[in-house]
């Protein structure tokens, strides 16, 4: 244990403004220079003191903006740090099954330094021989989002035929790649030139394509698999989610991973096919990273020899300083990051 | 085999006039009482000549009235006797599984006397101590889609909360008393005072309602299932589905049976709630009768004895003679009948 007492050191936030509504702004959250926090966790506590290394930026904070319920986290609180997945090094701890200097990935502050009484909830990093802030991507949450909703949603088989939108992203990329180790024909969407050439430059997709230069979803999904699609990883909804559906093939799988193109939208789009899923016999399901953590195990035996053989490799945007935080947020919501975006706090 | 010179008698058929857009009318269909046919299966065929006794009307049978591509099943031809599944005594037969005088039930013609190639889709019928047109219903297609969608596309448990739409219908009525003796809680809507009186005092649902006596669908819902609806048997589609999904519990299953109130529209409703699904990890599946009929001794293992010690009843609404057959048919979709809708054109 590590309790001497602490230094108090500045602590700078990212604070959220007020619930968002629409679009969120760069303005919606400001940084708070003014705090300061003293690097000792209370006595009687079992909870962690971390130093924040590097923070992911996830589409799924949006909801957390916004004043909602019913949904499966909560809504950040105006006037406080938000929260988020993030790389961090203990400082201070109190709880048996960590110590000063562990390195930990799971849920923190966007904050310099962080008090966390959640440690049930972080992991500890045990491999070290691999870029720390990986643990915010393919090491990480969304890592584990790609391996469970493609190997334990979609049931896939080799050869099957493989569509995936936001196809760059910290999820999409991966689940590309692991589609085409098992021996799947894969293509992806995405919404820039470059995000499309590191498809299949990079990620060795079999095909890509830039969805804003298609007018017609449905034509293009046609031209890519004239024979139809088996799996569908989502991660967009809207339009696609229907173009999709209508050049699905008979037993196909829809994994349900996220829909950041309606996140922002006061009505979310309507899907009028729903009728094909009969006809053809389709299977949509909605799925939760948080619900497959025990899989983390199985999970790391498999992908880390393939990251030190090369075999798959991932991309990440970074940007350097807490300063940078909410531009790098807001920014996924209209596609700046190319690859996972990550935010450099420290680097050690 | 019995191949005896054939008489040739009238064959009153129900011929489609022309394609239909938009809700099927009675005129679209007409009686051709001009025809006649030889009760002999010509030499060379391994078909069967058949007695039409019982007619199934089933909503599935809309997509075939219109010049549709793409379904599971091809589209009726106009200026020729529609077919559906039906009960009918061998007249004749050149198939070795068949002899004159057995009782089959599977796909025939709409029509006094059929003439079946297609004769692997027949199913003999062995137990004859039930009523026959039982054939049509709980154990014909029918059953088997209740059977097959509840227990295999499903998943219940015992204690969970089962929400059927169209509960009274051919189906619906089943997998309600299927839920039931499961032990599972169970509500249904339909469209009459009438239909809802059935489902609880001959159904044994626990509760029941008139859904165009409710303006709000949504707080219908809450009303009946205040903690959330675990499985959705789904028969109609559009906003019920909508208002379904805004009630369904974490980890619930929707099976897709079928969606009436959209089989007539031009466009289908569009649901807009999809992201429901992620948020709460629910399955929504489809699923086609047709491929689960390897189940069907085991289902008629099960239900057999249910319906002799009068656990499981069936409620048929009957109409004497082919005359009456394009009513009974179009009658479906403005929910006309109460319980399965059944066509006698002889009863033996």
């Not at 500045?10 to 959220?16: A, G, H, P, S, T």
Request: neutral net charge; proline residues 4%.
């Amino acid at each position: 244990m590590s309790t001497d007492d602490g230094l108090v050191v500045r602590n700078k936030q990212v604070i959220l403004k007020e619930y968002v509504t629409g679009f969120p702004k760069e303005t919606d959250l400001y940084i708070n220079n003014g705090g300061t926090i003293e690097l000792k966790v209370p006595e009687g506590s079992n909870g962690v003191l971390v130093k924040n290394l590097y923070l992911s930026c996830d589409p799924y904070m949006r909801s957390r903006m916004s004043n909602t319920r019913g949904s499966y986290v909560d809504s950040f609180q105006p006037g406080l740090p938000i929260k988020g997945y993030g790389v961090a090094k203990v400082v201070c701890s109190r709880n048996p099954d960590l110590k000063k200097d562990d390195l930990v990935w799971g849920i923190t502050g966007w904050e310099e330094y962080s008090f966390l009484t959640e440690t049930k909830s972080l992991f500890k990093i045990e491999h070290k021989d691999v870029p720390l802030s990986y643990y915010t991507g393919i090491l990480g949450m969304p890592g584990m989002t790609a391996y469970a909703g493609f190997f334990e949603v979609c049931s896939p088989k080799k050869g099957e035929y493989v569509f995936i939108s936001a196809a760059s992203g910290a999820v999409g990329q991966l689940v590309g790649q692991f589609a085409k180790l098992l021996g799947c024909y894969v293509v992806g969407s995405a919404g820039s030139k470059e995000k499309v050439d590191l498809l299949t430059s990079k990620f060795g997709f079999d095909a890509a394509f830039n969805y804003k230069e298609e007018p017609d979803l449905d034509a293009a999904l046609k031209r890519y698999f004239p024979q139809g699609i088996d799996i569908y990883f989502e991660n967009v909804g809207g339009k696609m989610l229907a173009a999709v559906i209508a050049n699905m093939r008979v037993h196909g799988r829809i994994a349900l991973c996220g829909m950041i193109s309606q996140y922002n939208l006061k009505k979310h789009e309507g899907v009028h096919n729903l009728i094909s899923l009969i006809v053809k016999r389709i299977r949509m399901e909605g799925f939760l990273v948080f619900e497959y953590y025990h899989l983390y195990p199985k999970y790391l035996e498999m992908v880390l020899p393939n990251i030190k053989a090369g075999k798959i490799v991932y991309v990440e945007d970074t940007v350097e300083g807490l300063e940078k935080a909410p531009a790098a947020l807001v920014g996924l919501f209209d596609g700046r990051n190319v690859g996972k975006q990550v935010v450099v706090v420290a680097r050690e």
